[in-house]
C-alpha cells in the first residue's frame, strides 16, 4: 500500500512540475517575445529594427543595426522557442546571452529596476538558463518530439557559444567607450 502511495504522489508531483515549468516558459517567454519583436518590428510601442539600431549605436553596441537584429533575435527568438518548449538547450542560452548583453548596460545603475539597475534582464537571464537546465516539462514541442532538439550535450555546447558571444560584445562595448573617453580627453586637453 505505501509503496502505491509514494507512486500516486509522485506521479502528481510530476504532473504539477510539468505545469509549473509550462507556465514559466509561457510567462518568461511571452514577456522576451514581446521586448524582442519592439526591435524587430516596432510592435508594442517599439522602436522598430532601425529606431532599435540608433539606440544601440547611441549606447556603444556598435554596429548598431547589427547589434539589434541580434538582440531582437535572441529575446524573440528565444523566447518562442522556450514558450513552445523547443530546442529549450539553445533558448535558454540565447535568451541568456541576449539579457547578460542588456543587463551589462544597467550595471552602472546598480541592482534595483526602478532605478535603471539589471534586475529585470538579470532575472530573465535567469528565468532562461533555468529553464535550459531543468529541461521544458512533458507538456513541450521537445517531450513530444522525443527531446531531439533537447540533450544533455546541447546545454554545454550552446551556453558555450552564448558565453562568448555575450562577452565578445560586451568587452567591444567596453572598449569602444574607452576608447571614446580617452579621445574626449585628447580634444579637451588641446583645446586648453
Not at 127 to 137: C, D, E, F, K, N
Amino acid at each position: 500500500m505505501g509503496h502505491r502511495m509514494c507512486r500516486r504522489h509522485h506521479g502528481s508531483r510530476g504532473v504539477r512540475q510539468d505545469v509549473g515549468l509550462l507556465a514559466l516558459r509561457l510567462g518568461t517567454g511571452g514577456v522576451l517575445i514581446a521586448h524582442g519583436t519592439q526591435k524587430l518590428f516596432g510592435w508594442f510601442g517599439g522602436p522598430g529594427l532601425e529606431g532599435a539600431g540608433q539606440f544601440m549605436e547611441q549606447i556603444g553596441f556598435r554596429p548598431g543595426l547589427r547589434n539589434a537584429l541580434a538582440s531582437g533575435l535572441g529575446e524573440a527568438g528565444g523566447g518562442a522557442l522556450l514558450a513552445l518548449g523547443l530546442a529549450t538547450p539553445a533558448a535558454g542560452a540565447a535568451v541568456a546571452a541576449a539579457m547578460a548583453g542588456a543587463a551589462s548596460l544597467h550595471v552602472p545603475a546598480g541592482f534595483f529596476n526602478e532605478q535603471g539597475g539589471l534586475e529585470y534582464p538579470a532575472h530573465l537571464g535567469f528565468a532562461g538558463s533555468a529553464l535550459a537546465v531543468a529541461g521544458p516539462g512533458r507538456f513541450s514541442l521537445d517531450h513530444l518530439l522525443g527531446h531531439r532538439t533537447d540533450q544533455p550535450w546541447m546545454l554545454a555546447v550552446t551556453f558555450t557559444a552564448a558565453a562568448a558571444a555575450a562577452s565578445a560584445v560586451i568587452v567591444r562595448r567596453v572598449r569602444g567607450q574607452r576608447e571614446g573617453d580617452s579621445a574626449d580627453s585628447s580634444v579637451a586637453s588641446a583645446a586648453d
